[in-house]
């Protein structure tokens, strides 16, 4: 990451954590369904700008403040948000027991995803999506995409 985007990267991650400590609770406070998704979706911003500037303990502890934020077995539809965003940060931070392990119950499951307009991960988007390209080469990945 050259100096230009580091410095970028930390902008954004300042910007969006003034937006996940703020903006909710003031805006969303009549939609608490709503209040709740826009939180974990900042958290998961941060949590993937984290894990772009090298930050992994910080990382990991955004993607998983956002899976207790939502759990699962709270919301079958919103939940695995926050879930895929772990999937997406274990990738990255080159963790692919906790990866794959997320991506086994993604996968096994209907669900908004978290990118993409809601659009949830499937074999063809792990394929081509770069953020998964350290697991390439994983048997059980490869197992997953195939």
């Known amino acids: 990451m050259n100096r230009i985007d580091r410095i970028t990267a ?5 910007v969006l954590s003034i937006l996940s400590k703020t903006l909710c609770s003031g805006f969303c406070s009549n939609r608490a369904r709503f209040c709740r998704n ?5 958290i998961g911003d941060l949590a993937l700008t984290s894990i772009g500037l090298g930050d992994k303990g910080a990382a ?3 993607a998983e403040r956002a899976m207790a934020l939502n759990p699962i077995e709270k919301d079958a539809v919103s939940g695995p948000i926050s879930m895929e965003i772990l999937a997406r940060v274990a990738a990255q931070a080159a963790e692919p027991d906790r990866a794959i392990a997320a991506l086994q119950k993604l996968l ?4 908004d995803g978290a990118l993409a307009a809601g659009i949830p991960l499937t074999a063809a988007i792990l394929r081509l999506d770069p953020m998964f390209d350290p697991l390439r080469g994983d048997p ?3 197992k997953l995409v195939n």
């Open 10 to 14: 930390q902008s954004l991650r300042s």
């Open 38 to 42: 826009c939180r974990i979706l900042l």
């Open 60 to 62: 990991f502890a955004l």
């Open 108 to 111: 096994s499951i209907s669900y």
């Open 140 to 142: 059980r990945f490869e």
